[in-house]
């Protein structure tokens, strides 16, 4: 069993940056497949982004790509989102998740590979 727990969220000014963090236990995350997700007031949850179990291939959403970056450390059984140039549309609470398919080469958008989910950090961005 893993347990996912996000940090790092809080309010920014558009243009900003925040880094978060998600940070696992009960089990490694060395093999899995990690992502990212967000869900907006009164909207559907959607995909942000995504990265293998070696970092080797990262997958985005086309709303983030180029301000947003996923890494991982595998040592620290940890997986980073960093978020930069955010807009007010990028508020949401975030989601870190687990696909616990080992040695996945290619991540998924699709939040029903992800078995393990953690509570979700808040980021808001004021204008």
């Known amino acids: 069993q893993v347990q996912l727990v996000e940090s790092g969220g809080g309010l920014v000014q558009a243009g900003g940056s925040l880094r978060l963090s998600c940070a696992a236990s009960g089990s490694t995350i060395s093999t899995y497949v990690m992502g990212w997700f967000r869900q907006a007031p009164g909207k559907e949850r959607e995909f942000v982004g995504a990265i293998t179990w070696s970092g080797g291939s990262t997958s985005y959403a086309g709303s983030v790509k180029g301000r947003f970056t996923i890494s991982r450390d595998n040592a620290k059984n940890t997986v980073y989102l960093q978020m930069n140039s955010l807009q007010p549309e990028d508020t949401a609470v975030y989601y870190c998740?687990?696909?616990?398919?080992?040695?996945?080469?290619?991540?998924?958008?699709?939040?029903?590979?992800?078995?393990?989910w953690g509570q979700g950090t808040r980021v808001t961005v004021s204008s």
């Open positions: 998740a687990a696909d616990s398919s080992p040695f996945k080469m290619h991540p998924t958008s699709d939040p029903r590979a992800y078995e393990y």
